[in-house]
């Protein structure tokens, strides 16, 4: 289904006894955050709004939606949107400055990800990942940094450890990640007269539906296997929404969750070769049968991709996973 971009109203109203809400300088201010159906968008929508933030979800589930939104303390506005449209997310800026008031602070957190070989991919998927994990990120700033300028705000670009090292099998995600990352620090250089902040956070193994099928890859899940043990360890969502939000509470330029990826900065140069040498000796190994074909990660992925399909497939061609 074509995402409508319908308003789906406010839930909820501000606890001003919440000690949390009472301190926080988030309380009042408008947050956006895109994929915030379920994961890490979901719960850092929980996470602002505890932090006494108004604040609006984007996303491609309008139940889904509704449901990340229907604990949440303070004003919210649900809007379903694909990221990819840009006079979607134009109505969806709209709506935001009219119910909730101009955006303080943006996250860019939409993100699909598939696995499996680049010739096996078929030409379309591969593009969708570009489509929403980069050129989806810029429509996002682009649609509201009006209101940005006007508050002089936050704008968090939310990348991955995929660009520190490009992983075989992930080939879109990583190179999309890569780009999302250079498209923010170049934003931050264009936004600093207007007084815009921009950041962007680097994640890492978090418990989402995307991460589920990495293991079925023998390639991934070797590559994962020689990691430290500590580098293996999954974050909850809700520890990663914390991170962040002490992020954008202190407009960081960059911010890392797991706090320990800081060091690991230094060492980016050394990550390619690396996973270059594991991903060569697990492919020869394996004789080219890596995986059960190309697949789209995580229900949210899914839901994505099928809502696209439908929207520009001929009908005769239409169907679901």
């Given at each position: ?34 994929g915030a159906a379920r994961g ?275 009908p005769q061609d239409r169907q679901?996973?």
């Amino acid at each position: 289904m074509k995402a409508s971009g319908r308003g789906l109203g406010h839930h909820g109203i501000s606890h001003p006894s919440s000690p949390r809400t009472r301190v926080s300088p988030l309380r009042g201010r408008v947050a956006v955050v895109t994929g915030a159906a379920r994961g890490v968008g979901a719960a850092l929508a929980a996470a602002l709004s505890a932090a006494g933030a108004r604040v609006a979800l984007l996303g491609r589930e309008e139940e889904r939606l509704r449901e990340a939104a229907a604990g949440l303390l303070t004003p919210t506005l649900c809007f379903e949107a694909d990221v990819t449209d840009p006079a979607t997310l134009d109505a969806a800026a709209r709506e935001v400055e009219a119910r909730l008031g101009p955006a303080d602070v943006v996250v860019a957190n939409a993100g699909i990800a598939v696995s499996g070989p680049f010739r096996e991919i078929e030409a379309d998927l591969w593009q969708r990942v570009i489509d929403v994990n980069l050129t989806g990120a810029a429509n996002t700033v682009r649609a509201f940094l009006p209101q940005l300028a006007s508050t002089r705000g936050y704008f968090l670009q939310v990348a991955s450890t995929a660009s520190f090292g490009s992983a075989p099998m992930m080939s879109a995600y990583c190179a999309s990640k890569s780009g999302a990352e250079s498209f923010a620090q170049a934003l931050r250089c264009e936004l600093i007269p207007d007084g815009i902040a921009v950041g962007v956070a680097y994640l890492h193994w978090t418990g989402t539906d995307m991460i589920r099928g990495f293991d079925d890859n023998p390639v991934l899940r070797a590559l994962r296997a020689h990691q430290p043990r500590f580098a293996r360890r999954v974050q909850t969502p809700a520890r990663v929404a914390d991170l962040l939000t002490t992020g954008i509470v202190h407009r960081a330029p960059r911010v890392y969750a797991p706090p320990w990826l800081r060091w690991c900065q230094p060492l980016r140069p050394v990550f390619p070769a690396l996973v270059a040498h594991i991903s060569r000796r697990e492919l020869q190994r394996r004789s080219g049968s890596f995986t059960a074909g190309p697949g789209v990660l995580g229900e949210g992925g899914l839901a994505d991709w099928n809502a696209h399909r439908s929207a520009t497939s001929p009908p005769q061609d239409r169907q679901t996973d």
